[in-house]
Nanobody
Framework: QVQLAESGGGLVQAGGSLRLSCAASGRIFSSDAMAWYRQAPGKRRELVAVITGGGRTRYADSVKGRFTISRDNAKNTVSLQMNSLKPEDAAVYYC??????????WGKGTLVTVSS
C-alpha cells in the first residue's frame, strides 16, 4: 500500500505562483513514476506532469514552460512548482504514484483557485 498526501493548494491571483507538495509513504520506491493530475469542475481528470524514477519528465502542453515537477527520493516527496498561473489552471490537483507492477495510488487532492 502507498499513501499520498498533497499540500500547498490555495488561492492565488492570475500570474502568481504556488508550489504543491506530495508526501508518499508505504511501499513506494524511487523507481516508481510519480505524477500530478488535475480535475476542474465538470471536466475529466487530466495529466499535468509526470516524473519517472530516472528523473525524466513530461508535461501537458497547457503547462509547459510554466510548471516544473521534481522529486526528492530521499524524502519520498514530489513537488509541482506552478508559475504564471492562469484562471484555467484552477482545479483540484491530485498526486499519483504508479508502482512497478502497474498499480496506481491517489492522494485526496488539494484545491487550487486562481482569481482573474
Amino acid at each position: 500500500q502507498v499513501q499520498l498526501a498533497e499540500s500547498g493548494g490555495g488561492l492565488v491571483q492570475a500570474g502568481g505562483s504556488l508550489r504543491l507538495s506530495c508526501a508518499a509513504s508505504g511501499r513506494i520506491f524511487s523507481s516508481d513514476a510519480m505524477a500530478w493530475y488535475r480535475q476542474a469542475p465538470g471536466k475529466r481528470r487530466e495529466l499535468v506532469a509526470v516524473i519517472t524514477g530516472g528523473g525524466r519528465t513530461r508535461y501537458a502542453d497547457s503547462v509547459k514552460g510554466r510548471f516544473t515537477i521534481s522529486r526528492d527520493n530521499a524524502k519520498n516527496t514530489v513537488s509541482l512548482q506552478m508559475n504564471s498561473l492562469k484562471p484555467e489552471d484552477a482545479a483540484v490537483y491530485y498526486c499519483n504514484a504508479e508502482t512497478f507492477n502497474g498499480i496506481n495510488y491517489w492522494g485526496k487532492g488539494t484545491l487550487v483557485t486562481v482569481s482573474s
